[in-house]
């Protein structure tokens, strides 16, 4: 019988995951590597009205991008859901630096604030002790409730 042409591709794909899953294969005090949410958007939410409506109402970490580049690493706690916080963004309540995102990601965490903090370290250690753009910029720190944390 012959096989189909993606067959042999899904096979692959198959074959592919199987190697890349045993080399990223953590210990459970080991952490999981930020670095992909630090470099690219490969599967961020648009930053539009329908992508926001669509993310939780919970308390988490948010991650503002403009054109492939992270811009803001954010904390939604204190009554204040993540869907609440990317919303003000988008209005300009934070000001223009994180209105102008294109794109967003999300994590939910029992422990936000940990989360938060493991985030902004990852990204100093990675940028030489830089922070992303608009979570060094006076107007978006002097508002924001996750830039004071």
């Known amino acids: 019988m012959r096989q189909l042409p993606w067959r042999d ?7 592919l995951w ?9 210990h459970p005090e080991e952490e999981p590597p930020l670095r992909p949410f ?12 329908v992508g926001i409506e669509l993310s939780p109402a919970c308390a988490g970490v948010y991650l503002l991008y403009c054109t492939g580049r992270l811009n803001y690493i954010g904390l939604a706690v204190d009554g204040r859901g993540i869907r609440q916080e990317l919303e003000r963004h988008r209005r ?15 994590h939910v965490d029992p422990d936000p604030i940990a989360l938060h903090r493991r ?7 990675r940028y030489g002790g830089r922070l ?18």
């Open 9 to 15: 591709f899904l096979e692959e794909m198959r074959r």
């Open 18 to 26: 199987l190697a890349a899953r045993r080399r990223h294969r953590f």
């Open 38 to 49: 630090l470099d690219e958007t490969v599967s961020a939410w648009p930053f539009s009205a």
């Open 92 to 106: 300009g309540d934070y000001g223009s630096c994180t209105q102008g995102a294109s794109a967003f990601l999300y």
């Open 119 to 125: 985030f902004l370290r990852a990204h100093r250690e």
């Open 132 to 149: 992303p753009a608009c979570n060094e910029s006076p107007p978006c720190m002097a508002q924001s409730p996750s830039a004071r944390r």
